[in-house]
């Protein structure tokens, strides 16, 4: 592995607190020197002025598809979307097929990651054994072979009483558990906000008094039972106040927010459009504000994309047929910087929550430009124009709300344990 | 085939007839004039004629009717066409097939118009760009039933000449019905104050807050405040699943408090009309004996429909040809 020299970056590290421009110097896959002017002796130079070096971008949240759904996405497929992204590491959904419940499944994810993947795959396993929501999955074999976290993602564990046996059980790991927080009682069918949109095209509504109803109940079963319990994908104004809420009482909470969430509203379904079709449904203008605001004020600890490939007939159908998600590694950058551009948040807040902030719930050391930390970083144009056309994504998925919308920042080079994983050519 | 009724088609501009939000209201205007000569030679008993002749319509149904789709059947025969109903238990749509390759495949089999209906919301407006035929809306989901609401219009018109300003009341399952929300577009373009009458659970959500996205309405939970100096009032009917259970504690209950009845009647103006998309729930939304009332005008909204959908495939197919 050779090594290389970025020259004239805008270097921005909120974890350490960094915001200069200078030069960073990797070599063995780590990174070794901050500074001006560093000499190139035989590394390969990258010049990155008048662009943003950043740490790698590390997404708690994404579907890889792999095992059962190679058609939507492979973990080959998936970190390369996510290299083109900016992205160096990703946490994978265990909503497979077979889902990710024991131990050997995430060794075998592991080890395709390991031949096939470009960046670095972390494997999230089951709360429940088939997501089934009845009975608890091996967590300690599968945090023994590497998972992360637990989650039953894209079902919320219906049962309060498996969900705080799951807490109590899992507690010794000290691993997050991660709730897709829809009461499916409430939820009632709703696939879209309840609300005029839904009204005006006749469609089922599911009101955020499901997801606050369910932030709550689980927030309550952390404090109970002293769990690490991670929200995904927040939409609701009222879900922001309840973790607000759950964080001042000192329960060990952390919260995701999705840039669909935070850049689309319910709007973008008019029409039947079920490439804006996602788990939890697209919110109000009103929601959106205060998804930014807990972004601001700490509420929301992170952005993760919550990624979601499909193939081209699993959206090209009736409405309610439709799949859900948006496959969201290549435009995630582009539609962030949009609440930059419009001053609603710092670029400095945007990067902590793609880098440091998804660390430290990890507990792991990356997201980090500290010498000896892995090489892994992120250079981006944060002004430069371009045109989403998704027949240009390397994801297997083509399903986005974006297509051709004008998108301002791009990633011009990914770095992945100091070797270059994505050159935009 | 020469334009030979006195109409301009010239401000028709719909290949489908999806939803009458899609309208404007001189369109609509358009249907009620082109609607009023089908419905003259109705009358005549000159049913029979020969504009569609060579044409073959398909039917589409996802879902049990007898009078909308036996409506649509008579109208493309009294026009001409050939018509073909497709029987959906039976198709190969019970195979698994996808609803753009069923509509493909009726339409390499012949089809130049399709009447569809289907359970799901928007799968009309899913389809249409994709195709070829013209696709008449025969309801989808909760969202839209247009030839329903036009056929309405047409009804009311015919007793109240002009809908500016009318007090129109709608009364008892709004939020699950297609015929309402298809009524609500269609009044509220032609100029009627529209009435919303039920129990806060068969209501949609948000019809309070101001929205460029659907008509503002009143709402009531008071029949008898809802039809105070009422011009029309149309009771929807209630289907069997939503009878018992979390929307309504039982039929009793909703009768007691949402059926018009020759008292209640008595609170709207004079003259005022009672209408119904059909079939009753006799005793239930309506009290039987008043269907017996002249002024209730269901059998008329029956035999208007034939008119109307006779209408909207004639516009369709002039639209075909001079476009």
């Known amino acids: 592995m050779h090594d290389i020299l970025i020259k004239n970056g805008h270097i921005i590290a909120p974890g350490e607190g960094i915001d200069q421009i200078g030069d960073i110097f990797l070599s063995d896959g780590r990174i070794k020197q901050l500074g001006q002017n560093l000499p190139a002796t035989n590394a390969e130079v990258i010049d990155a002025t008048e662009q943003i070096v950043s740490p790698g971008f590390i997404d708690l949240h994404c579907h890889l598809r792999q095992p059962g759904f190679e058609a939507k996405e492979t973990i080959q497929s998936g970190t390369k979307a996510a290299a083109k992204g900016g992205f160096t590491t990703v946490c994978c959904m265990p909503n497979t097929s077979p889902p990710l419940d024991n131990a050997p499944l995430i060794t075998y994810v592991n080890t395709i990651a390991a031949n096939e993947a470009c960046v670095r795959v972390l494997p999230i396993g089951c709360i429940t054994r088939a997501r089934n929501g009845e009975e608890l999955s091996d967590m300690v074999s599968m945090a023994q072979a590497g998972a992360v976290a637990f989650t039953d993602d894209g079902n919320y564990v219906r049962n309060p009483n498996i969900l705080r046996r799951a807490m109590q059980y899992s507690l010794p790991l000290g691993l997050p558990i991660i709730e897709h927080c829809e009461d499916a009682d409430l939820c009632d069918g709703g696939q879209v906000n309840e609300g005029i949109i839904a009204t005006t095209q006749g469609l089922c509504g599911n009101s955020s008094v499901a997801e606050e109803i369910a932030v709550a109940r ?25 973790i607000r809420q759950g964080k001042k009482r000192g329960v060990k909470l952390s919260a995701e927010v999705t840039p669909h969430h935070l850049t689309l509203s319910e709007e973008a379904l008019l029409g039947y459009n079920t490439q804006a079709k996602v788990s939890p449904p697209l919110r109000t203008p009103a929601d959106i504000e205060a998804l930014i605001d807990g972004l601001n004020d700490g509420t929301i600890d992170v952005i993760a994309t919550d990624h979601a490939p499909h193939r081209i007939i699993d959206k090209q159908c009736e409405f309610a047929n439709a799949a859900c998600g948006i496959s969201g590694l290549e435009t995630a950058l582009g539609s962030l910087l949009k609440i930059v551009h419009n001053g609603k948040l710092s670029l400095t807040t945007l990067l902590a929550k793609l880098t440091c902030a998804p660390a430290s719930i990890l507990r792991m050391k990356i997201g980090s430009l500290q010498v000896n930390a892995p090489a892994d970083l992120t250079i981006f144009s944060p002004h430069k124009e371009w045109i989403v056309d998704s027949s240009n994504f390397v994801s297997h998925g083509h399903n986005t709300p974006l297509e051709g919308e004008t998108l301002h920042g791009q990633v011009s080079t990914t770095i992945y344990s100091g070797k270059v994983v994505y050159r935009n050519t | 085939m020469a334009n030979t009724l006195p109409i301009n088609i010239s401000a028709w501009n719909h290949r489908h007839i999806l939803d009458v939000q899609d309208l404007s209201p001189a369109e609509i205007e358009l249907v009620m004039e082109t609607t009023k000569v089908m419905q003259e030679r109705l009358l005549r008993n000159s049913k029979k004629s020969s504009e569609l002749s060579g044409k073959t319509v398909v039917t589409l149904f996802y879902e049990a009717s007898t009078r ?38 009726l339409e390499s089999i012949g089809a130049d118009f399709l009447v569809m209906r289907h359970p799901l919301s928007g799968a009309h407006i899913s389809v249409a760009p994709f195709m070829r035929a013209g696709l008449i809306n025969a309801g989808d989901g909760w969202h839209a039933h247009p030839t329903q609401a036009l056929l309405d219009l047409f009804t009311m ?118 209408m119904h998309p059909g079939p009753v729930n006799e005793d239930i939304e309506l009290e039987a004996k008043l269907l017996h009332n002249s002024r209730v005008v269901v059998n008329e909204q029956v035999a208007n429909g034939v008119a109307v959908r006779m209408a909207l495939l004639q516009l369709l197919a002039w639209r075909e040809e001079y476009a």
């Open chain 2, 68 to 105: 909308t789709r036996g409506s649509f059947e008579i109208a493309a025969k009294n026009l001409g066409a050939d018509v073909v109903n497709i029987t959906v238990q039976t198709s190969s749509v019970a195979k698994g097939e996808s609803l753009i390759n069923t509509i493909k495949t």
């Open chain 2, 157 to 274: 018109l015919q007793h109240l000449k002009s809908m500016e300003g009318r007090r129109i009341v709608i009364v008892g399952d709004i939020k699950h019905s297609r015929v309402a929300h298809s009524n609500i577009w269609c009044l509220s373009k032609m100029g009627a104050k529209v009435v919303l009458c039920a129990p806060p659970t068969l209501l949609p959500a948000g019809l309070g807050q101001a929205s460029s996205h659907f008509p503002s309405v009143e709402v009531q939970h008071d029949i008898r405040t809802a039809i105070a100096d009422a011009d029309v009032i149309m009771e929807l009917r209630l289907q069997k699943e939503r009878m018992k259970g979390d929307l309504l504690p039982g039929v009793e209950e909703f009768t007691r408090s949402y059926q018009l009845n020759t008292a209640r009647l008595a609170l709207a103006k004079p003259q005022a009309i009672v």
């Open chain 1, 218 to 242: 689980d927030i309550i079963l952390a404090e109970h039972t002293g769990a690490r319990l991670h929200i995904a994908h927040v939409s609701t104004r009222g879900a922001v106040e309840q």
